[in-house]
């Protein structure tokens, strides 16, 4: 598996213009919800409880965030299960508005990365690393708390790393 600092490091290849990572500060996190909205309304019965695919989901992002590191994922945690609560919410609507909220979400998230990737001149970094989806919300997390000053010794490995991994 790849460390924190390459995972980052790679994903910043994709991710060098200020306008793309100001994208991905609006975009993820709609994708991100959208997608726990969706997994929300799936449940299973499991040893006489009900869980949903949201939680499954979540579980499995905080597991693989605290692999790369304890302080990053613990916060992601906060912030997944933040989202699926309020995602929790939407999936209790009709099913009308629980669809059109959640896809509607989805697709307004997806247009503002393409817009990102636009002004950067780069396809996704998904498409080379399926990894990139799931490293994405990490480093939208890894950027925000760099600009607060966060984290200063990450991202000045991160940016060697992107930096040596230039074409």
Not at 4 to 26: C, D, E, I, M, W
Not at 96 to 105: E, H, K, M, P, Q
Not at 108 to 130: M, N, R, S, T
Request: glycine letters at 8%.
């Amino acid at each position: 598996m790849k460390t924190l600092q390459q995972q980052l490091g790679q994903y910043a290849l994709y991710h060098r213009s200020k306008r793309n990572v100001l994208t991905h500060f609006f975009g993820i996190p709609l994708i991100v919800f959208a997608v726990l909205c969706l997994c929300a309304r799936i449940e299973f019965a499991v040893a006489g409880y009900v869980i949903n695919a949201a939680q499954i989901v979540v579980f499995a992002s905080v597991v693989y965030y605290l692999m790369l590191s304890v302080s990053l994922g613990l916060i992601m945690a906060v912030i997944l299960v933040l989202l699926s609560l309020g995602a929790l919410v939407i999936a209790q609507l009709s099913l009308s508005d629980w669809l059109v909220i959640s896809v509607g979400l989805f697709a307004v998230g997806w247009v503002l990365q393409f817009i990102g990737h636009y002004y950067e001149g780069k396809k996704p970094a998904f498409v080379d690393d399926i990894v990139g989806l799931i490293i994405g919300p990490l480093f939208v997390l890894a950027e925000a708390l760099f600009l607060m000053g966060f984290y200063s010794s990450l991202e000045q490995q991160v940016i060697d790393i992107a930096g040596a991994s230039r074409p």
